[in-house]
Antibody, heavy 118, light 113 residues
């Protein structure tokens, strides 16, 4: 059974960089075509941040593209998210997910709350 | 970007009654090459990640009760819960996977009347 687990350093200061990692267990990270980051501000809806293919190619949401980098580390079976120049608007639960067996997000991590605050 | 708009924002339904949620996309999500609508539905309970219910607009994910059904094509879609159970209290989202950026509806909160 494939499982995803997000991890990160906790609170981030405004103008700083948010860094998260998603560890994949139960399968090789190469077994899915792509891996995705999605976020959800408190009490709000879901926003697709971007995706990375096991080839290393990426797609990003244009609304965040200039600040976002998604990378993959096959040796550690994980993928990562960096968001630069964060503001309070980046405060959200961040989920990693994958269209593993379907072409939609059928696997999700539990999510990790990231608060941007001074 | 394809804008997904759900209606209503919330609804309260009696136990055992039908709940209907609508989702409209700003452009068609039907791929003519495979004749499939790239539309999914998710259920999210408090403190949990979304759970996939329906994909290709009408295909139930494995393990999803058959009281959940999806219908529609092109730009207009519906999620129906035929007989609402207490455990169905949640927020429901539609999502298009026709193009990037993938986009979600704003969510519909379903409660018990």
């Amino acid at each position: 059974q494939v499982q995803l687990q997000e991890s990160g350093p906790g609170p981030v200061k405004p103008s700083g960089t948010l860094s998260l990692t998603c560890a994949v267990s139960g399968a090789s990270i190469s077994s899915s075509n792509s891996w995705t980051w999605i976020r959800q501000p408190p009490g709000k809806g879901l926003e697709w941040i971007g995706e990375i293919y096991h080839s290393g190619n990426t797609n990003y949401n244009p609304s965040l593209k200039s600040r976002v980098t998604i990378s993959i580390d096959k040796s550690k079976n994980q993928f990562s998210l960096k968001v630069t120049s964060v503001t309070a608007a980046d405060t959200a639960v961040y989920y990693c997910a994958s269209p593993y067996d379907r072409e939609v997000f059928d696997i999700w991590g539990q999510g990790t709350m990231v608060t941007v605050s001074s | 970007d394809i804008v997904m708009t759900q209606s209503p924002d919330s609804l309260a339904v009696s136990l055992g009654e039908r709940a209907t949620i609508n989702c409209k996309s700003s452009q068609s999500v039907l791929y003519t090459s495979n004749n499939k609508d790239h539309l999914a539905w998710y259920q999210q309970k408090p403190g949990q990640p979304p759970k996939l219910l329906i994909y290709w607009a009408s295909i139930r994910e494995t393990g999803v009760p058959d009281r959940f059904s999806g219908s529609g094509s092109g730009t207009d879609f519906t999620l129906t819960i035929s007989s609402l159970q207490a455990e169905d209290v949640a927020v429901y989202y539609c999502q298009q996977y026709y193009s990037t950026p993938r986009t979600f509806g704003q969510g519909t909160k379903v409660e018990i009347k």
